[in-house]
Structures are given as structure tokens and as C-alpha cells.
T-cell receptor
Framework: DGGITQSPKYLFRKEGQNVTLSCEQN?????MYWYRQDPGQGLRLIYY???????QKGDIAEGYSVSREKKESFPLTVTSAQKNPTAFYLC???????????FGPGTRLTVT | GQNIDQPTEMTATEGAIVQINCTYQ??????LFWYQQHAGEAPTFLSYNVLDGLEEKGRFSSFLSRSKGYSYLLLKELQMKDSASYLCAVLDSNYQLIWGAGTKLIIKP
């Protein structure tokens, strides 16, 4: 079955710790994205990547970092510099940049 | 600034029809998307409009008027499983996707 996987579904961390969220896709899509979703707000783009070894900052990249060493994988690191890291994080991919996007199940991160 | 407006919440009855509106002010336009998102789950793609008019896909239809900066999603023969949030997103002239906050649709028996 083709799709996008994110793990874990729930993640708890102490303030001051970096944490890496995984995102893997087997859809053979070139473009991948990371979004953050907070209650009452639209999805906000953190980073996106069109091809391997290349990525661009989205609207709220501060405090986050990514890598794209393989086409299938686009992990997101939430660093201790992110002021408000508690949120629902969604990874997505698309065949072409910013066309129909397929989303993973999301990771709910809680930092205390 | 760029802005997408949708009603925060709507309520409808099972078996009825509901129309969810989306108005946008963006720098340019390269298409409008509708996604469905059940609580705690990932959004799933419903429709994509780039030309004016109505696109029908089963019980769901999406309409676009570029001159008015307006779209709606029409859901017919509502089922309980249609209870979800419906997200409108616009692709602007820089191919940046601008998302609305979503409309929570509550279906009552």
C-alpha cells in the first residue's frame, strides 16, 4: 500500500530537548512538506522540499530544521529554540510542487 | 496581506444539503483546494478548482468564481460520517499554498 507514515503518533518531551519527527513516503513523490496545525488556525508551512538535498523555509521555519537525504524521507527536528513547540505536526507529499497533497496521520507533540 | 475566510462552524441535518463558503484575498491565484479533516486525523483531498464553474464529484461539488474571490463546497445527502472540518486552501501567484482555518461541520440525526 502506498502512503505516508509518520511516527510516533504521540510524543512527549521536556522543554529544552530537541526532538525529531519522522516522515516516510512510498508514493515516489518529489515534493514533501511539513505543516504545523494549532487549534482555530489554518495549516502553517514549516519547510518544504522539491528534490533530494534541497529544501526551503516556509512561513514559520524558526526553531525547526529538516533534511532530505533520500527521496522517501523528510525528518523534522524541533529544536529547543522553538518557543511554542506543542502542536499537531503534519507531513505531506505531492507529485508536483503544491498540487494535490497526500498527508500522513500526524504527530501530536507535547512539550512540558 | 493574504487572507482566507471560512465560517468557523456549521450544523446540518443528516440527509440534507449544506454549502460551505470560502472567500479569499491573495496575491494572484493558481487554484483552490478543498480538504476534509476528521478530528485528530490527516486532511484528505476533496477537490481542486482552477477555472470558474462547478465541479461535481459524487455527493460533493465545488464551485469557483475567480472574479469574486469565492468558492463553495456543496455536500448533498449528508451522512453522519461527513462530520469533519473542511479546509479551503488557495495557491497564490508564487505557488505558495494559503490555508483557511477550516469549517467544522456538525451533522445531527
Amino acid at each position: 500500500d502506498g502512503g505516508i507514515t509518520q511516527s510516533p503518533k504521540y510524543l512527549f518531551r521536556k522543554e529544552g530537548q530537541n526532538v525529531t519527527l519522522s516522515c516516510e513516503q512510498n508514493l515516489n513523490h518529489d515534493a514533501m512538506y511539513w505543516y504545523r496545525q494549532d487549534p482555530g488556525q489554518g495549516l502553517r508551512l514549516i519547510y518544504y522540499s522539491q528534490i533530494v538535498n534541497d529544501f526551503q523555509k516556509g512561513d514559520i521555519a524558526e526553531g525547526y530544521s529538516v533534511s532530505r537525504e533520500k527521496k522517501e524521507s523528510f525528518p523534522l527536528t524541533v529544536t529547543s529554540a522553538q518557543k511554542n513547540p506543542t502542536a499537531f505536526y503534519l507531513c505531506a507529499s505531492s507529485m508536483f510542487e503544491f498540487r494535490e497533497q497526500y498527508f500522513g496521520p500526524g504527530t501530536r507533540l507535547t512539550v512540558t | 496581506g493574504q487572507n482566507i475566510d471560512q465560517p468557523t462552524e456549521m450544523t446540518a441535518t443528516e440527509g440534507a444539503i449544506v454549502q460551505i463558503n470560502c472567500t479569499y484575498q491573495t496575491s494572484g491565484f493558481n487554484g483552490l483546494f478543498w480538504y476534509q479533516q476528521h478530528a485528530g486525523e490527516a486532511p484528505t483531498f476533496l477537490s481542486y478548482n482552477v477555472l470558474d464553474g462547478l465541479e461535481e464529484k459524487g455527493r460533493f461539488s465545488s464551485f469557483l468564481s475567480r472574479s469574486k474571490g469565492y468558492s463553495y463546497l456543496l455536500l448533498k445527502e449528508l451522512q453522519m460520517k461527513d462530520s469533519a472540518s473542511y479546509l479551503c486552501a488557495v495557491l497564490d501567484s508564487n505557488y505558495q499554498l494559503i490555508w483557511g482555518a477550516g469549517t467544522k461541520l456538525i451533522i445531527k440525526p
